[in-house]
């Protein structure tokens, strides 16, 4: 391959990449040579990954942080695929980032999946940024862990394992009493008897179960899930064994959830049987949205449990749970604000991926359950209320709202208003809204910030998770207000372009 390659080639080699929508001809997804007896021997103390990914994540553990973005150029430009540098990204930090806790250097992890989101629907030109960002989080995070001790998931113990006619119900009696070794073996005998769906069950009654660590066994979950969707169900072991683990961390406490888990058990046993359909009532949503403001989580989630009974559907529940997020983001910004809604997202996640019916309605009790402890340890001030913010969304439909240049000056100025006018730049959102904008043009825009901006994990992490709630909306009025909140996370013009970013992008010129 030449040094260069000419323009004209580009689309070719991103759809050798794997990036565009699918994964390019099976010559050109050749991502890795057969690896030799030297690649793949690794520690007998560390768990082993299949043959044809265990290289990739070898350079990737091994080469050093300041070497990573020219390395993976290298391997890309010599043949690798976008597909198999996700997955020995996310593996490289499962073998080498203790979970526990669930969080800070562990976002290396967790972040690879709204990294990857975000990739996707982005520019050809911009696809492999995300991934080359978590590269470098990884080697951040790497090193990190090595300074604390240099934990790394060791194989599992073979003798342990149950037969599968048992190991969904040993999974479940370890960790209902907290105990990680027989979790670990179950979950491990679960992947090599079950299938996809069937092993995920018990994992999502567990996920939903407890907020400790401020929501992110929930986050951990879904993204494990999301990723693997992406990757390939043959990597799920080492992820589902490293989540288990991740999972049972109480962090010093006494073995029980926190958060109103119990409650949302008596609860769900009392919701009508035809739940899954209802009525999309804006005004109970408000209702339930104010009484988030004041109540409890217990008494949270009767409210929700009656709404529901009372004909509500379940989304109008979740928009709640969304609003009622977003508006603590824009009364307190901060890290347990963001965590409300990347909480909520997965927990929605949940709701929607389950096939088991009392984990699903689980998983809508407790996104509006978890809000009072995000609220309560927030201490969340000022007067914002989300729902005042709401504008009915109107369609493109005259040459004032589907002129591209006027829809990106007015979405400039949206973005221009964020250093240190936040608030103009919500109110000249809503309007924007208000007057036919594209919510899909502002979200691109505001992508392509993140992509060019971010210096942190929860930048992807809650970019990605309040705009696929803002879409995903029952109620379509509910966006401009999501939208808006969304606004209190994203850089300003003043950060200008992050350098990792600068850097990163001359590398992947390099090898494409």
Known sequence: MSDKLPRRDFLQAASAFGLGAGLGPVEALRAITPATAAEARVDPEIVRFRPEIEPVVRWIE???????FDRAAEELKAGLGYRPLLAALFLAGIRNIKPRPVGFKFHAVMVINSAHLLAQTSPLADRLL??????????????ADVKEGDWSLGPVDDSRI??????????????????????????AGLCRSAGSAETMEPVWRM????????????????????????????HAEPVLRSLTYGMLDLQGDKPAPIGPY??????????RRDWQVGRADPGATRSLLRALREATPEAAVAEAAKLLNEGISPGAILDAAALSAGELMMRNPGIISLHATTATNALHYIHESSGDDTTRKLALLQAIGWQPL????????????????????????????????????????????????RDQAVTKMIDFLSRGGSSMRLFAAVRKVILHRATDSHDYKFGAAIWEECLAATDPRWRAPLAAAALYQIPGPSAGDSPLMTRAREAIGRAI
């Open 207 to 234: 996920a939903v179960r407890d907020q400790r660590n401020i929501g992110h066994k929930a986050i951990f979950a879904a993204q494990s899930w999301r990723t693997l969707q992406a990757i390939g169900w043959e």
């Open 162 to 187: 149950p037969p599968p006619h048992l190991a969904r119900l040993e999974y479940l009696h370890a960790m209902e009493t907290w105990d990680a070794e027989a979790a670990d073996a179950a979950i």
């Open 374 to 421: 995000y609220r309560d340890r927030s201490r969340a001030a000022g007067r914002v209320e989300i729902d005042g913010l709401a504008s009915a969304e109107k369609p493109p439909v005259g040459p004032e709202t589907t002129d591209r240049a006027k829809s990106e000056e007015a979405i400039g100025a949206i973005l221009a208003s964020l250093d240190g006018h």
């Open 62 to 68: 091994e080469t050093p942080r300041d070497r990573i």
């Open 262 to 271: 119990e409650t949302s058990l008596e609860q769900a046993a009392k919701i």
């Open 130 to 143: 995300p991934m080359f960002w978590a590269l470098d989080n990884f080697k951040a995070s790497q090193a």
